[in-house]
């Protein structure tokens, strides 16, 4: 079992930035996949990014490229997004989540290959 409580979300002028925190409870932390996906108002859950369990394999959407950094902390159980240049697109709400048994990076897109998720916390990014 493992619990997820995401923090740092706020309200952000465009150009600005936001460094989201994950906590995770659980002695297994650094034995799971760990991810960010958003979902905007109207809109389906979108993956933003992952790393894998050992840290050394990380993928982001083309659309935070650049922009975003996923990272992790085993020894303190975390996982991190930091987001720079800021965009009102990224007005969203951003969940935490945590998998394992992915085979291929593509598999890390996909909400099903998840197994917990935190409850979300809120980014928006005025113009």
């Known amino acids: 079992q493992v619990q997820l409580v995401e923090s740092g979300g706020g309200l952000v002028q465009a150009g600005g930035s936001l460094r989201l925190s994950c906590a995770a409870s659980?002695?297994?932390?650094?034995?799971?996949?760990m991810a960010w996906f958003r979902q905007a108002p109207g809109k389906e859950r979108e993956f933003v990014a992952a790393?894998?369990?050992?840290?050394?394999?990380?993928h982001s959407a083309d659309s935070v490229k650049g922009r975003f950094t996923i990272s992790r902390d085993n020894a303190k159980n975390t996982v991190s997004l930091q987001m720079n240049h800021l965009k009102p697109e990224d007005t969203a709400v951003y969940y935490c989540?945590?998998?394992?048994?992915?085979?291929?990076?593509?598999?890390?897109?996909?909400?099903?290959?998840?197994?917990?998720w935190g409850q979300g916390t809120q980014v928006a990014v005025s113009s």
């Open positions: 989540a945590a998998g394992r048994g992915a085979q291929i990076v593509w598999h890390w897109t996909l909400p099903a290959r998840y197994d917990y």
């Open positions: 659980g002695r297994i932390f650094s034995s799971y996949d």
């Open positions: 790393v894998s369990s050992n840290g050394g394999i990380t």
